[in-house]
């Protein structure tokens, strides 16, 4: 899936839910908090968390630098090429604000793909923070869980195999769900500093199950 148009932000107190262009927002500044980065390095960075769920344009992604620049959440040095992006304190603020947005249906692809996002750049966050936001990924994937009907043998609308599929995706969602209650723990009991990523603890960018 690609997208081929901007959409417009609201960040301060909103409690929507992520949105592709809050994808590109969130790569882009959390690539940048790890070091200086170029609109390359954050294309392949989505597609690396995304996992082929979802794939914006390399014009979207230019654009979307674009504005972050203009509103000087990056800086970023300009002669006919892309070169390095710098994140700001501007930015770093919007970074934080893109890490509380909440995730709307986990399971879908989109949803995937903001729960990969935010969990790859979530040990930037504080302790404290990390800990809000995994509470609410697990509220929304207990949410998700509970909208899911007890499978009935009797019912043939799905089919035999359909029912095993159906099955086989819930009994995957409550192992996400174990696994971010796992993260919970881990956060509380680890001596962590931020920006130091998970890589030595187990976690990896695609820790979500598809």
Avoid at 8 to 25: C, K, L, V
Avoid at 74 to 96: E, M, R
Avoid at 111 to 128: I, N, Y
Avoid at 155 to 184: I, K, N
Wanted: proline share 4%.
């Amino acid at each position: 899936m690609s997208h081929s148009r901007v959409t417009a932000f609201t960040f301060t107190g909103s409690s929507r839910p992520m949105g592709p262009g809050d994808f590109i927002w969130l790569a882009a500044l959390g690539s940048a908090s790890r070091g200086a980065t170029t609109a390359a390095a954050i294309c392949a960075c989505i597609d690396t968390i995304a996992a082929g769920q979802w794939s914006p344009s390399a014009q979207l992604v230019c654009d979307c630098l674009d504005e972050m620049a203009r509103a000087r959440h990056l800086s970023f040095c300009h002669d006919g090429n892309y070169n390095l992006f710098t994140i700001t304190p501007q930015g770093s603020g919007i970074l934080a604000m893109m890490l509380a947005l909440p995730i709307e249906r986990p399971t879908t692809p989109l949803g995937q793909v903001g729960t990969r996002l935010k969990l790859a750049f979530l040990d930037l966050a504080a302790a404290d923070e990390r800990r809000l936001h995994l509470t609410d990924l697990i509220a929304a994937h207990q949410e998700e869980l509970d909208r899911r009907p007890d499978s009935c043998a009797d019912c043939h609308a799905p089919g035999c195999f359909g029912r095993m599929w159906s099955t086989h995706h819930t009994e995957t969602l409550r192992r996400d769900l174990e696994l971010l209650q796992r993260m919970r723990e881990m956060n509380d009991t680890r001596d962590s500093t931020r920006g130091d990523g998970c890589s030595a603890h187990g976690l990896r960018l695609n820790c979500i199950s598809n």
